[in-house]
Nanobody
Framework: QVQLVESGGGLVQPGGSLRLSCAAS????????IGWFRQAPGKEREGVSC????????YYADSVKGRFAISRDNAKKLVYLRMNSLKPDDTARYYC??????????WGQGTQVTVSS
């Protein structure tokens, strides 16, 4: 059974950093594209970043480019999202997912990130 569990969120001051983790189980991590998404209250869920399993190529939304970095550890079956220079606009619930999960609208619990002084 494919399962993804997010962790690492919290309250951080503007300019601070957090590292989110996405723990995968039930599938081989390096054969999938894994994406990070976020949803702020009253807003639609948006894609933040993704990493391709086959060649580690990455994508970033313009709003996080240069501040966020996605990476993965296949042996530990983890995908990370390092977030630096956090802004209040980054406040949202963050989710990781596969393309299939997105297509099926199957989402985990996510992890809350709050950027506030």
């Amino acid at each position: 059974q494919v399962q993804l569990v997010e962790s690492g969120g919290g309250l951080v001051q503007p300019g601070g950093s957090l590292r989110l983790s996405c723990a995968a189980s039930g599938f081989t991590l390096d054969t999938y594209i894994i994406g990070w998404f976020r949803q702020a209250p009253g807003k639609e869920r948006e894609g933040v970043s993704c990493i391709k399993g086959s060649d580690d190529s990455t994508y970033y939304a313009d709003s996080v480019k240069g501040r966020f970095a996605i990476s993965r550890d296949n042996a530990k079956k983890l995908v990370y999202l390092r977030m630096n220079s956090l802004k209040p606009d980054d406040t949202a619930r963050y989710y990781c997912n596969t393309q299939t999960g997105v297509a099926l609208n199957n989402w985990g619990q996510g992890t809350q990130v709050t950027v506030s002084s």
